[in-house]
């Protein structure tokens, strides 16, 4: 099997059994994004107790990218601190290039830096897609400015 296609059965598999699907209990924050593009739409819960995400839940409906990345997305982000979490959030936009700046992904050595969160960095070829790939990251971005005030 190809790098390639591992990349995409990854993802074909977070479209198909998302993670974190649902929403949360109690307190939390909940953020929602749109793709007006293609119809995507994305919404996101997270629970944060002491700096550090405790729980996250994902609903929506949408492409096969969008709905891939915030599943994904939705499981790296558990047990992670805010900082840690930005950075993850940059760490992805430089993969996929929205940001400037050196890619963080060594292509000898996959899933190094990001896990699963790689399989994405194929959509970069398609730069329209670019953006159901990111809609879950930015709704991210939204919540934590709500948790951070």
Known sequence: MSLEELYRSVILDHYRNPRRRGSIEGDHVHAE???????DEFA???AVEDG??????IQGHGCSISQASGSM????????????????IHKFKLMM??????????????????GDLEALQGVR??????????LPWATLQDALREVTG
């Open 52 to 57: 550090t995400v405790v729980d996250a839940a």
């Open 125 to 134: 070829k398609f730069p329209v897609r670019i953006k159901c790939a990111d």
């Open 73 to 88: 997305m939705a499981e790296a982000i558990i047990g992670k601190s805010l900082l840690e979490v930005d950075e993850l």
């Open 44 to 46: 996101l819960d997270i």
């Open 33 to 39: 994004g749109l793709n007006p593009s293609c119809g």
């Open 97 to 114: 290039a929205i940001e400037e700046g050196e890619n963080p992904i060594d292509e000898s050595k996959p899933g190094a830096v990001l």
